[in-house]
């Protein structure tokens, strides 16, 4: 493996030979706004430590950053809380579906990840002591623009009203939830926070600018400010090579071998701790709601440059 891989080479090479596949998967279409994308669509950014960033294709479309806004969440939620937060959630990989119920009576309410939509909307609530749902919102935008040294990024209201009015799953999970006392705030507040993070517009190149400090023992090495202390962004990591692709994140640390977290707007973030934050966009989802060439484009690019955490 080359010291220091030609990056701009790689990522072109991971666009032609996926080019001719643009618009595989299936849009996510449970969220109606998000099934009007294009799924053509192909972006992919990757931020080095010393800053230099590499891009290709789309990668300055914004899209609906949907689950990948679990980690900030839960970033800000250990930030706030410490580790009082896994008395809320668990930290195992659930075997079952981003959107599944089946666990939680089993386990008595506490959902097993942080990343899956039951664990996340538990998140939320936590992020919602002490604010009103417009400074819990306000607080996460803070959070993403200055990370992303880019005030521009904002939420998109009309993927925020399209969850609202689809969320009957979430809803589902938050009432089981709230019906055995695992909620602090009202159910109505807690999704509405949760709906506005995951409709978050941001692009490929923003998107590895966020997650850089992960890649970097929780400093920002752009700016130098601390985010989170080594050992934090170490565990984050840990959860998302875990859990951070749903009931596929062991074929996904066993193909691409770098923590990852994605969404159903088709977009992956991934951390190549001491080395790069990288984040890649294709609309076109597998079975499990992962970006298909998003993970594959992530296996290549590992491939390449022979970025592994093992
Ligand atoms: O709550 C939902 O269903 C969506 N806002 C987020 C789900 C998601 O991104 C799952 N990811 N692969």
Redesign the pocket.
């Given at each position: 493996m080359p010291e220091r891989p030609d990056l701009d080479h790689i990522l072109r090479e991971i666009h032609e030979t996926l080019a001719p596949r643009f618009g595989e998967g299936a849009v996510a279409d449970y969220?109606p706004q998000l099934a009007r994308v294009d799924p053509r669509g192909f972006g992919m950014a990757v931020i080095t430590l010393d800053g230099d960033t590499h891009v290709v294709g789309d990668a300055d479309t914004a899209f609906s950053i949907?689950?990948i806004s679990k980690v900030l969440m839960l970033t800000l939620a250990l930030g706030k809380h410490g580790e009082a937060v896994w008395s809320r959630v668990g930290r195992e990989p659930s075997g079952s579906a981003?959107?599944s119920i089946v666990q939680l009576e089993y386990e008595h309410a506490v959902p097993r990840n942080p990343f899956i939509?039951a664990g996340a909307i538990a998140i939320t609530d936590l992020l919602l002591a002490g604010h009103t749902p417009r400074e819990a919102i306000g607080e996460m935008m803070r959070f993403v623009r200055s990370l992303a040294e880019d005030e521009s990024i904002a939420i998109d209201q009309a993927v925020a009203r399209s969850?609202q009015a689809t969320?009957d799953?979430?809803r589902a999970l938050a009432y089981f939830m709230h019906s055995y006392g695992q909620m602090r705030h009202p159910v109505d507040h807690v999704l509405g926070v949760?709906?506005h993070h995951?409709a978050i517009a941001i692009s490929c190149r923003q998107l590895a600018r966020v997650g850089l400090f992960l890649a970097n023992n929780g400093r920002d090495p752009v700016t130098g400010g601390s985010i989170v202390s080594p050992s934090r962004a170490r565990r984050i990591n840990a959860v998302m090579l875990t859990c951070g692709h749903?009931d596929q994140s062991g074929d996904f640390a066993y193909r691409v071998g770098l923590p990852g977290k994605?969404?159903?707007?088709g977009g992956i973030l991934a951390i190549a701790p001491g080395r790069a934050a990288v984040a890649v966009w294709s609309p076109g989802l597998n079975a499990f709601?992962?970006s298909l060439l998003g993970s594959l484009a992530l296996e290549m690019l590992a491939r390449r440059t022979g970025w592994s955490v093992f």
């Open positions: 969220i949907q689950s981003f959107n939509n969850e969320g799953r979430n949760y709906f995951c749903y994605s969404g159903v707007g709601g992962n």
